[in-house]
Structure formats: structure tokens, C-alpha cells
């Protein structure tokens, strides 16, 4: 096989046809309505995880076999099925089109194959073995998450990238300004990042003066997904961390605060923060739970920590006398409103920002 040239796309508001409903395929359709795309499957049986994307009207659906018209107006075709025959069917399809084609773990009927990805915000890295290897290529992105820097590192280059826009310092100069500041404080060296083993059991329980440090370091983590999400709308200030560590603690003395974290092993991989509010004028809002905080670490992710956390915080706040919970998800956040959706929460407000 010749070289493969390696390219992130930009499938936002682009039509992607995925061929398959399975499990394999909803993770495909996961993965790509978080790109933003128009996703459209044809299958003849859904998995449930794409029913209830369907019902949330996040795709469009055509329930029954492969026809070559489904290709018409696509940008990319992934061939989700277990049966070769009809995986060729859609790369001739596709090669007649000449739109691109994955087929999952069928790399002969492929001309674009999936990347084992690395997302430490703001990088993303993408890791292929041309569909040879996946399972190697899984264990390098692993390897790579933990030689990644940590958030002292991040934070010390936007620091830096400030000032130098500020003064104007030439482009050839920062180079070396960077490498010299970081060698003076050189990150320490994150915990691996390990998946849970499969059947992990997720245990929920009430935060605690100990949990304190790894919420703030994952409340941290999710002030800057917003802060990338829109750096204008959502607020990002130094040692955040810190800020977090000291609202936290103040908040573990509320008795309207429900603080939970979610262990997997006895290691916490997830945090929800949410409080039974009185009524608010403002927002035409009778007393109710709102949930400001959900997050789950990348390597749990998948294995039910969100959906345990948000059900026990659901339930914790109806015994405090909430008649409902009431959330915001960030308008480009589009897998957290997925969740949401399928969690029993219907949309209710559009938030809209103009800077003056």
C-alpha cells in the first residue's frame, strides 16, 4: 500500500452517510455528530444508542439496504457492516462518486481509514496504522497520553503567546523563549491514562474534603473545553485550580450543594456539582436543582459515569424538594446535549452573547 496522507476534516453542516447500525456504527455516528456532521445511516436494524439519536431528530435514517443513490451529496460514506459483500458494494459506490470510504476493519474496501485520536485540549493527535493495527495503535495513543504535557505546560505557552502578541516579539524568537521557560519549570509527569476494564463497576459517592484536588483539576479541565469552545463568551483566569479548590471546599459546607464524585477502582474519574436553588425571577424559574458541573475523564468515558452521576444527583436533589433540574450545555458541545437528551432533558432556552 503507498504512503497515506494524514488530514483532519471539517465535516461541520457536511452530509456523511454511514452504511450499518450496530454497535460499531453508533460509535461511528457518535464520533461524527460530534464533528458536526449530517449524519445519514442506512441499515435495515438500529442499535439503540441510534434510535434515540434518531428521536432526538440528530440524524436521518433510511431503514432498509444499501442503495448507491444513499452516496448522493456525500462528503465522506463509512461502511459500518459485518458483511464484505456489501462493504464492497459501498467502496464502488463511493469510487464511482469519488467520495472517500472507511470501512471499519475492512482496510481492502477502504480509501480513508480512522485514526486512534489523542485529545488533550487544545491538541488533537491521530494516530493510523492504514487499518492494519488498530489494537497497536490503541496502545500507542496510550502511551502518547501519558508523555503529553501537563496543564502547567499549556498554561505557561498561552501565558507566554500573550505577551508575545502584546510586545510584537518576532516569530523566530519564541521558539526558543518557549523551550528555555519550560525547561526552568518542567511539568510534572501525568498519571497514565488508563481505560477502566470492561464490566468496571462505577460507584457514586458524596465528595469529601479528600476529593477536593481532583475536582478542581477536572472543573479545570472543563473551564477550558469552554474557554475552546468560544475564549470570548466563557471566562478562562489564572490558576484555576486554585480558584476551584477554594470554591469547592466552601460549597462541601452547603447544605443545598449535592457534590459528588463518581471511583472506578478506588481512583476518581468523574465529578457533578449541583444545587437546590430557590426561585429566580430572572430566569422565570420556580425553586429547582441545577446541575453546573458534569465531567468525566477521557479514559472512563463510555463506561456510564455520566449517566451515574447525573441520576444520583437527579435523585438527591427531588429528596431535597426539587421539582425539577435545570442545566446548560455550551452551544457547540453537541455530544453533551446528546447525553442530556437521552438522560430524560428537553431543550428550553437558547442562550445568545453580542460583544460590544
Known amino acids: 500500500m503507498s504512503s497515506l496522507y494524514p488530514l483532519f476534516l471539517r465535516l461541520a ?85 469519488r467520495v472517500f470510504v472507511n470501512a471499519v476493519d475492512d482496510p481492502p474496501n477502504a480509501s480513508a481509514y480512522f485514526a486512534s485520536i489523542v485529545r488533550r485540549a487544545p491538541f488533537q493527535i491521530a494516530i493510523s496504522s492504514s487499518g492494519e493495527l488498530p489494537a497497536l495503535s490503541r496502545l500507542l495513543r496510550e502511551v502518547i497520553e501519558h508523555a503529553l504535557p ?28 518557549l523551550v528555555r521557560a519550560l525547561a526552568a519549570s518542567p511539568a510534572p509527569a501525568p498519571e497514565a491514562a488508563t481505560a477502566p476494564a470492561a464490566g468496571a463497576q462505577v460507584q457514586v459517592l458524596s465528595a469529601t474534603g479528600d476529593d477536593v484536588a481532583d475536582m478542581a483539576r477536572m472543573a479545570a479541565a472543563l473551564v477550558r473545553q469552554h474557554h475552546a469552545f468560544d475564549g470570548l463568551r466563557f471566562m478562562l483566569v ?17 447544605p443545598k450543594s449535592v457534590m459528588l464524585v463518581a471511583e472506578i477502582d478506588g481512583r476518581c474519574v468523574g465529578y457533578t456539582y449541583a444545587v437546590l436553588e430557590d426561585r429566580d425571577w430572572n430566569q422565570l424559574l420556580d425553586a429547582h436543582g441545577a446541575i453546573h458541573d458534569v465531567w468525566v475523564e477521557e479514559p472512563a468515558r463510555k463506561h456510564g459515569v455520566a449517566r451515574a452521576l447525573v441520576t444520583e444527583a437527579c435523585a438527591r436533589l427531588k429528596a431535597m424538594g426539587a421539582p425539577r433540574v435545570v442545566l446548560h450545555t455550551a452551544s457547540k458541545n453537541t455530544r453533551a446535549q446528546r447525553f442530556f437528551g437521552a438522560s430524560g432533558f428537553r431543550s428550553t432556552m437558547i442562550e445568545m452573547t453580542r460583544e460590544l
Open 13 to 97: 453542516g457536511r452530509r456523511v452517510v454511514v452504511v450499518g447500525g450496530g454497535a460499531v456504527a453508533a460509535r461511528k455516528v457518535e464520533e461524527l455528530l460530534d464533528a458536526g456532521a449530517q449524519v445519514h445511516v442506512v441499515a435495515p436494524t438500529l442499535a439503540a444508542p441510534i434510535e434515540a439519536a434518531l428521536a432526538q431528530g440528530a440524524l436521518s435514517v433510511a431503514a432498509r439496504p444499501f442503495l448507491d443513490a444513499d452516496l448522493d451529496g456525500a462528503w465522506l460514506v463509512i461502511a459500518a457492516t459485518d458483511e464484505p459483500s456489501v462493504n464492497r458494494e459501498v467502496a464502488s459506490a463511493a469510487e464511482a462518486r
Open 150 to 177: 501537563g496543564e502547567r505546560w499549556i498554561e505557561a505557552a498561552r501565558g507566554l503567546r500573550r505577551r508575545w502578541r502584546a510586545d510584537a516579539v518576532p516569530m523566530g524568537e519564541r521558539f526558543g523563549e
Open 238 to 254: 489564572d490558576e484555576v485550580e486554585k480558584g476551584y479548590a477554594w470554591w469547592f471546599t466552601k460549597c462541601l459546607r452547603d
